[in-house]
């Protein structure tokens, strides 16, 4: 009796722990291992060519999404104010548009939507969503500092959420 007493009062207080702010946000699911990403390319606002190899060191949020889907559209001003709040040295939201109708079309939403923090990248090709293996938009990949997924959240999220916020900076504090 004095044992299952015992378990009981250690269960009752791992249950009354908050959660670490490093726990992953509901939804988002943490690797075990991290994998290698295969190389993909696309285009700045300019035109310019860029990998993922650009952002070498960082630790960064690669969302896949396109102007034309519902729920990228309802996400991307909170993506947009978590790369004000984190972006710098050590982070980047890397927002990825697939959409065909090339960058003008995407700079005319984020005018419409207010994002001003992001970077315009697009794949026209759509070429990077079959090489990571994104099964619908919008995916996200959280990518360390070598450049290996270390998970991945498929469809939208609130990304300037208290617990999202807590866990990325977890993420880019743990060098």
């Known amino acids: 009796m004095k044992e299952f007493a015992l378990a009981s009062l250690g269960v009752l207080l791992l249950v009354a722990q908050p959660a670490s702010s490093a726990q992953a946000p509901q939804n988002f699911a943490v690797l075990d ?40 559209r309802k996400e991307m001003p909170t993506l947009d104010r978590l790369q004000a709040k984190l972006g710098g040295p050590d982070f980047e939201v890397v927002a990825l548009s697939l959409d065909r109708g090339g960058p003008e079309l995407v700079k005319k939403f984020f005018a419409e939507t207010g994002v001003t923090h992001l970077a315009l990248n697009i794949d026209t090709s759509a070429k990077a969503m079959f090489a990571l293996g994104t099964v619908g938009l919008p995916t996200t990949l959280l990518i360390d500092r070598k450049g290996k997924e270390v998970g991945r959240l498929i469809g939208p999220a609130e990304w300037d959420a208290p617990d999202m916020v807590d866990f990325i900076r977890a993420r880019i504090a743990a060098k």
């Open 33 to 72: 291992t991290p994998i290698a990403i295969p190389e993909i390319s696309f285009a700045d606002a300019a035109g310019n060519p860029k990998t993922l190899a650009d952002y070498s060191g960082k630790v960064v949020l690669l969302n896949i999404w396109a102007t034309w889907c519902a729920p990228c």
